[in-house]
């Protein structure tokens, strides 16, 4: 079975300042890692996702994150944020040979002006 | 490709009564997943399908509650004697079979907001 902490759940930020949303993943096997974003009263927008190969993912709007097995950790970062980017972002894990999908509580974060 | 859609987006219901939602998957997806949203939280696992069989099904997911993909393509989820617990988005999700890890990429819907007075 697999679990999934984020470590902050809201994480207050100023317009152009870099983020960072923390991961942290628990697996007795290799997993896959994705990050979603939810806006208010929508569903989830698939941000990126390591299936494998280069632990540095890059995904839309000028997100990245790093695989980290050896810390069990998929971290989120943006090197400038913009006030569009204020939305709940979800970490989740799902066993490669599994199909049920894990997500964590999730990360508020929101950009200030 | 349109995305998956959800209808209806929002209910309120009176508890007691039964209520459905339905959700169309990616045209060529056949995975389709249904999830459960509380506040505050990530999405709760609900149950699963590959075409229309119906191959999980979690302990969330009480007596009251049933899923049907008839034809392997739209699916319904429906609720019996609602109670004030079950209040929350209901999310759907399809995927691919195909590449490894291409088919744990989930597309969600919008959602179906439900409230049970």
């Known amino acids: 079975a697999q679990s999934v902490t984020q470590l902050d759940s809201q994480v207050p930020v100023f317009e152009e300042a870099p983020v960072e949303l923390r991961c942290n993943y628990s697996s007795s096997v290799s997993v896959y890692l994705f990050w979603y974003v939810q806006y208010p009263n929508q569903g989830l927008q698939l941000l990126l996702k390591y299936l494998s190969g280069s632990t540095l993912v890059k995904g839309i709007n000028g997100f990245e994150a790093e695989f980290n097995k050896s810390q069990t950790s998929f971290h989120l970062r943006k090197p400038s944020v913009h006030i569009s980017d204020t939305a709940e972002y979800f970490c989740?894990?799902?066993?490669?040979?599994?199909?049920?999908?894990?997500f964590g509580a999730g990360t508020r974060l929101f950009v200030k002006a | 490709d349109t995305g998956v859609s959800q209808d209806p987006r929002h209910k309120i219901t009176k508890r007691g009564q039964n209520v459905t939602f339905r959700c169309d998957p990616i045209s060529e997806h056949n995975r389709l997943y249904w999830y459960r949203q509380t506040l505050g939280q990530g999405p709760e696992f609900l149950t699963y399908?590959?075409?229309?069989?119906?191959?999980?099904k979690s302990r969330l997911l009480s007596d009251r509650f049933s899923a049907e993909r008839p034809k392997g393509s739209f699916s319904t989820l429906e609720i019996q004697r609602t109670e004030q617990g079950d209040s929350a988005m209901y999310l759907c999700?399809?995927?691919?079979?195909?590449?490894?890890?291409?088919?744990?990429?989930?597309?969600f819907g919008p959602g179906t907001r439900l409230l049970v007075l």
């Open positions: 399908f590959q075409n229309e069989a119906q191959l999980e």
């Open positions: 999700a399809s995927s691919l079979t195909g590449l490894a890890g291409e088919k744990e990429t989930q597309y």
């Open positions: 989740a894990v799902v066993g490669t040979g599994g199909f049920k999908t894990i």
